[in-house]
């Protein structure tokens, strides 16, 4: 089980840190995504960090701002969220794939709201 957290209000500008935490699976033999999803949207791509932590991917609208990394000791993968904007305000999932490349195991979510 994928447990997300850290979400919650923040002002225009602020930062939080999401936390994705697993029980019952080893994060460390995983990639590991986070996506969001606002409301009467669709669900889009965030950040994804390779197993290893080498190797990191950001969406365009969160690139410079947001900073995925993991801690494998800890099984946990962080999403550490700089000068949110409100567009940013949206349900934070994180998500592992399987072998095959989809995102097919997904945390129950956390919801980040930030007010202009």
């Known amino acids: 089980q994928l447990q997300a957290s850290g979400g919650g209000l923040v002002q225009a500008g602020g930062s939080l840190r999401l936390s994705c935490a697993a029980s019952g699976r080893t994060l460390r033999n995983y990639a590991l995504g986070w996506f969001r999803q606002a409301p009467g949207k669709e669900r889009e791509f965030v950040a994804r960090?390779?197993?290893?932590?080498?190797?990191?991917d950001y969406a365009d609208s969160v690139k410079g701002r947001f900073t995925i990394s993991r801690d494998n000791a800890k099984n946990t993968v962080y999403l550490q969220m700089n000068s949110l904007k409100p567009e940013d305000t949206a349900k934070y999932y994180c998500?592992?794939?399987?072998?095959?490349?989809?995102?097919?195991?997904w945390g129950q979510g956390t919801l980040v709201t930030v007010s202009s």
């Open positions: 960090v390779s197993w290893s932590g080498t190797s990191t």
């Open positions: 998500a592992t794939p399987n072998r095959g490349g989809a995102w097919d195991y």
